[in-house]
């Protein structure tokens, strides 16, 4: 592990450190895409599918960018010195963050295969505030890896706010599916209600994914303490 005091420790924990601020700029990447989400979702709901189209091909662009700083840290990390235990655990981080991003993305091209219009307001409201907790939670998630970075001591409570917002999407979810069941009874046509609940499912395992995260970054926080 990273630990004994010579040189080859400073060195250890200095390619430790630029490895996990590039996985902070991957979760940048990632938040930036949750935060267009949001803006995409909004102008959606509203109508303003001319809008909608210009923020879902942003998510798209931005989406790989993130998939291009993943691939830098894995051929980083294959260079590198690291502990193999401290690479798995950063490559899981990785990869676990970048499937926030493909669950997004998906809900992004899923929407569009629906008519706006036809969406009850019930449904939209509860629409919003999903997405609302959801980059809440993104949020929290870039906070706990911030104080990876910093060894600021925050980390483990950071991570346990990640997941009490994970809880919270779950709730809202199961309110929000039912309500999109009774709507699919009488919706004209199957594929609105239908790409709805798709849409939710994918906020859903985004939302999963970041708790995941989070509890990797926990995860790395508890072996520097060994060290």
Request: aromatic share 4%.
């Amino acid at each position: 592990m990273l630990g004994s005091g010579h040189i080859g420790l400073w060195l250890g924990q200095k390619i430790e450190k630029e490895v996990i601020s590039s996985c902070e700029k991957h979760l940048e990447k990632i938040f930036t895409i949750v935060n267009k989400f949001k803006s995409y979702i909004d102008v959606f709901l509203d109508g303003d599918l001319e809008k909608a189209k210009e923020f879902a091909n942003e998510i798209i662009s931005i989406e790989r960018e993130a998939d291009n700083i993943k691939e830098d840290i894995i051929n980083e990390l294959m260079r590198s010195s690291l502990h193999p235990m401290d690479q798995d655990a950063i490559i899981r981080l990785v990869m676990t963050s970048d499937d926030i991003a493909a669950h997004i993305k998906s809900a992004t091209r899923k929407l569009q295969y629906s008519h706006s219009n036809d969406i009850p307001d019930d449904v939209k409201f509860r629409i919003r505030e999903l997405v609302g907790v959801l980059l809440e939670e993104a949020v929290s998630l870039m906070e706990t890896i911030e104080s990876l970075l910093k060894r600021s001591g925050e980390v483990v409570s950071k991570a346990e706010r990640t997941e009490r917002l994970e809880e919270k999407i779950d709730d809202l979810r199961l309110e929000l599916i039912a309500k999109i069941l009774v709507w699919g009874d009488r919706a004209e046509h199957v594929s609105d209600w239908l790409m709805v609940k798709e849409v939710v499912e994918n906020i859903e395992s985004a939302s999963d994914r970041m708790e995941d995260t989070a509890d990797l970054i926990r995860t790395i926080a508890i072996l520097r303490t060994r060290d």
